[in-house]
């Protein structure tokens, strides 16, 4: 971690490199999806009618990314998992991701059911970030994901459940 600008309490605008290495985790769907090529791409050809739902959650989406990589604090080990809070969001934070892998997997292999495009692709995002501010104490970023959950979980279902 790299610490920058002293913003309050422990907390600092910085260069989280754990952050950046769970942001890019969460980014590999998206960074081999031009190798897989699927033939059907609903979730990238969705059409957002409600562009403040859009809006938002780009804002509060942006908002958890910046935390997740940019706030540091000084009193966190880099990483850690000696105590039951540190073992039960990290272990969170992990079933997140796999869920979400297991998602996508799914989705790529051509079952691109709505219940779990929603579960798996927009709910389980902003939980991964929620479970990993609440494994390393950073309660910016649990604030931030916990909006981004909802708005973000609205809208997958208003596409992908309701706009069948």
């Known amino acids: ?14 260069i989280s490199f754990i952050g950046i290495i769970a942001f890019v985790i969460q980014e590999i769907p998206y960074i081999i999806m031009p190798l897989i090529k699927p033939t059907s791409n609903p979730i990238m050809n969705m059409q957002n009618e409600i562009q403040w739902i859009e809006k938002v959650q780009g804002l509060v989406g942006m908002l958890s990314m910046f935390l997740l990589m940019l706030i540091v604090r000084d009193d966190i080990k880099l990483f850690s998992i000696s105590t039951t809070k540190e ?10 991701i796999l869920i979400n892998f297991v998602g996508w997997t799914f989705y790529y292999l051509g079952y691109q059911y709505g219940w779990l495009i ?25 604030g931030t994901a916990s909006l981004f959950f909802i708005i973000h979980t609205i809208n997958g279902y208003m596409n992908f459940i309701i706009k069948k």
Do not use: D, E
């Not at 971690?1 to 910085?14: A, D, E, P, Q, T």
């Open 1 to 14: 971690m790299i610490k920058f600008v002293h913003l309050f309490k422990n907390y600092y605008l910085g």
């Open 87 to 96: 073992k039960t969001f990290f272990a969170l934070t992990i079933g997140m």
């Open 118 to 142: 929603v579960i798996s692709q927009f709910a389980v995002v902003p939980l991964y970030y929620l479970f990993f501010g609440l494994w390393k104490s950073n309660y910016l970023l649990v």
